[in-house]
């Protein structure tokens, strides 16, 4: 049995065939739908992503003509309108889009706004504080009924739909979601003045539908849910450790449980996912490369990549000097907990005032911020998860961060043997409906 598993980025779209648990192929193209906007706009065309969406199904197709389901992921927390027809009124709104942190007046910001009155902790680009800026700014399309995810708008394209059905991983993506009744809270939105009937509709259906030439449909998946499956290939005894331009930990937990660093997320099987994530993480390897890249064309007058220099200049480390290293702490744009915290350098002396010092230091900066909040998981007496797994270029092409973070969380990390973890584990999630 073969399955597709897509994933709609926010800079690329990929694509997977599965066969089992085999990935068999895979394309990915560009993203190139961002739309012009304001400084805090991040928009993107709607019908251009659904458009390169049936590109690459159509070349995968013409390859592998038996494929008998279709699974989707993508970008969480971004929003479009649609009308009752199940037409796009607006561009895609992305995660990215930063109208939540405009001011309501000189004293909060509609996030701040949002979060007091409903008592949910809610940050910029999660679609239900668009929504809320757009209703008080007058900014909601006239004519919308509904508006879902970017992911939940291909699937119901696919299936023939008219209005989308929102699985709760992506539904808890957008904020006023009560996790533990598995729906919108009406309580909630009715009390800052939003109107229920626009929230899409929560389910876990699973099928929604069929193509036209009679594929499975699978209802669209939190792109941080299917990463998990993927890149596990559904073990759950995991911690996954992914690091590219951000970071996260992200463990697998049968029973609810809320643990102070983490966020609680509703899993594919009914489960949840325990999920920490730092908001600089592998930029921060990116941060040192500038700086390096700019010391140089200070001294030399010229501009060179310093990515390679840096991993040569590792090459020569004894392992026993890394905990001679300075102390990074790695919080460039703060946390999530605290966005006005900043980055720091201690316990800088002489000898480890070099090069390859700072390098170590920022990258086993970069991993205790990540263990500090698998700490907070251990702190409840929860079980070790039995595999260590990783994930992202920032792991792949770096096999001394790997080193680093397996002596601080003391295990061997193995890394994902897919590159396209969302893709795969959207094509992996399709398979246990069309069996």
Known sequence: MLTLGLDIGTTSISAVVCKGNSVIASRTIDNDSNLPGEEWESLQDVE????LSCQLLASLYAEFPAISGIGVTGQMHGILYLNAEGDPLSPLINWKDGRGDLPVDDHKTWAQDLSRKTGFRISTGYGSLTHYVNEKKGWVPEGAKVFCTIGDYIAMKLAGRKSPQIHPTNAASLGLFDLQKGSFDQIAIKKVGLNPDLFPEVSEKGVLGRTQNGTN????????????????????????????????????????????????????????LLVGAALSGGLSFALLERFFRQSVKMVTGEEKNCYGPMMEAMEDIDPRSLKNAPIISPLFYGTRQDPTLTASITDLHPDNFTPQYL????MKGMSHELYQMFEGYLDQDANRPGHLIGSGNGLRRNPYLVRIIEEEFRGPLHLSGQT????????????SFTG
Not at 48 to 51: D, H
Not at 359 to 362: D, V
Not at 423 to 431: D, E, K, Q, T, V
């Open 420 to 431: 396209e973890e969302a893709s795969y584990g959207a094509g992996l999630y399709a398979s």
């Open 48 to 51: 251009k992503i659904y458009g």
């Open 359 to 362: 390098i170590i230091g920022m």
């Open 217 to 272: 449909v699978v209802q669209a998946i939190g792109d941080n849910q299917a990463s998990f499956l993927g890149a596990t290939e559904g073990v759950k005894d995991s911690l996954l450790i992914n690091i590219g331009t951000g970071s996260q930990i992200s463990i697998y937990s049968p029973h609810y449980m809320e643990i102070s660093g983490l966020e609680t997320r509703p899993y594919v099987d009914g489960g949840w």
